[in-house]
């Protein structure tokens, strides 16, 4: 999966798959996790956010169920 570099303190990138609809987060120390059944609109608003790691903190990470790469 292709991830995109993030301007962020927390998230070095994220990556989605729509047909599998999983949204993958580098954090910065290198860390991958795979998030699952996330909708594309989260991923979008991930990309808009003003700031990638609060959104990914409040919006994603105690919301869905993940997986470590």
Do not use: C, W
Not at 7 to 13: E, F, I, Q
Not at 19 to 43: H, K, N
Not at 44 to 60: C, K, Q
């Amino acid at each position: 999966m292709h991830r995109r570099r993030l301007d962020s303190s927390a998230v070095r990138s994220a990556g989605y798959d729509r047909d599998r609809r999983i949204l993958e987060i580098e954090i910065t120390g290198g860390a991958v996790y795979q998030y699952l059944d996330v909708p594309a609109r989260e991923f979008m608003a991930l990309l808009a956010a003003d700031s990638h790691g609060r959104y990914y903190n409040e919006h994603i990470k105690p919301v869905y169920e993940y997986r470590r790469r």
